[in-house]
């Protein structure tokens, strides 16, 4: 049985998917199995996943219906072997000792039940798009924060025991469908850790979060109000028109805030490939 489930759910994927199974493949940490789940692509993702697994006996493929990103990170958990389980979407990439580090931080700390490292955002193919995102680093400042959606799940590792306390992801969320989960592990007591340094690289376009964030609001909205009815969430972070607003009014001061170069971007990527660009050229999504 191996020591670390990795969970890659798969949607019209064929363009990055090969290079995100390649970070998973290149990691210093070699007990791993990789469970992909094709949630029903329309283009050839599933193709390509089968010949991927066909080179390599710890990958496995699972072929879904489309029911989205809660229904196919639900297959990847059920088909899970191992007891420590970490999340790779995929189009996300890997440095190559993420394993190693996060392994190590679950092993070293049995209270700790999810933990997150910091992480590198990049704009597509262009170097000088990427920063780093630094994130709480105790359990009570990440619980502080986690309604902000500051802990994201695709670079999440959590253990078996996670899902069990808190539940499965929930279908019928069809937006930040992660964030509806971290909450309900919030609300069950679990503790928040994290690991030191990034570890991941996390694709997001700029003009991604300007187009969508009005339906992303809706949707954090109705998940902020769906937990309050039941008196589960603190006072503070109950959700309130005021609030929404002010969130909405701030957004592209935010995006340019967030999206400005960070000068320790560079450094990272010179310390883990070597070079101003995170990953090498050939692996580039």
Known sequence: MPALSVLMPAYNSISTLEKAVASVQ???????????????????????????ASADPRIRVIAAAHTGRGGARNAAIEAARAGLMIHCDSDDVYFPNAFEKVVARMSGDDEVDLAGPDLVLYRSERPRGWFVRDYPQTHEQIVDHIDKNIMLVRVCTHRRSA???????????????????????????LRFGSVPGPLFSYRHDLVRPLRSHLSHQRAVAGYRARIALHGQLPEGVRPGRMRELFWLARYPGHVVRDYFLHPSARQVSRREWGSDWPPPRSLLI
């Open 26 to 52: 290149w990691q210093t940490f070699k007990d791993w199995e990789l469970v992909i789940v094709d949630d029903g692509s329309s283009d050839d993702t599933l193709v390509l996943a089968r010949r991927l």
């Open 163 to 189: 899902v069990e306390r808190a539940g499965m992801f929930n279908p019928e969320v069809a937006v930040l469908e992660d964030w509806e989960w971290l909450q309900r592990c919030r609300i069950a007591g």
